[in-house]
């Protein structure tokens, strides 16, 4: 089955990076695009970047105001994260919109997540 798998989220001071990763496996055909996603708490997923697979157009949440890089090879993504604030700490979550070798049509996968948080 296909899994996304991220890594990366760590604890670091504001002002600090942090590069996250994301690994897809499985039966995959091929991946029309892949994005990071964050959560705060109980609050709603938003959108931080996308990447699109067909001409590697990037787009980004206002947010994120050029801090933030995200970037794909083959089935791997990566976020790349400057400048981080306190309101960055969030469990980030990799998504890829792809179709599996026995299916037809491109449907979104989701990881389990993974943790940053940003001390002052």
């Known amino acids: 089955q296909v899994q996304l798998v991220e890594s990366g989220g760590d604890l670091v001071q504001a002002g600090g990076s942090l590069t996250l990763s994301c690994t897809a496996s499985?039966?995959?055909?091929?991946?029309?695009?892949m994005a990071w996603y964050r959560q705060i708490e109980d609050k709603q997923r938003d959108l931080v970047a996308s990447?699109?697979?067909?001409?590697?157009t990037t787009h980004y949440a206002d947010f994120v105001r050029g801090r933030f890089t995200i970037s794909r090879d083959k089935d791997k993504g990566t976020l790349q994260m400057t400048s981080l604030e306190g309101e960055d700490t969030a469990v980030y979550y990799c998504?890829?919109?792809?179709?599996?070798?026995?299916?037809?049509?491109?449907?979104?996968?989701w990881g389990q997540g993974t943790p940053v948080t940003v001390s002052a």
């Open positions: 998504s890829a919109n792809l179709r599996t070798l026995n299916g037809r049509v491109y449907r979104d996968f």
């Open positions: 499985g039966p995959i055909f091929a991946i029309r695009s």
């Open positions: 990447i699109n697979s067909r001409d590697s």
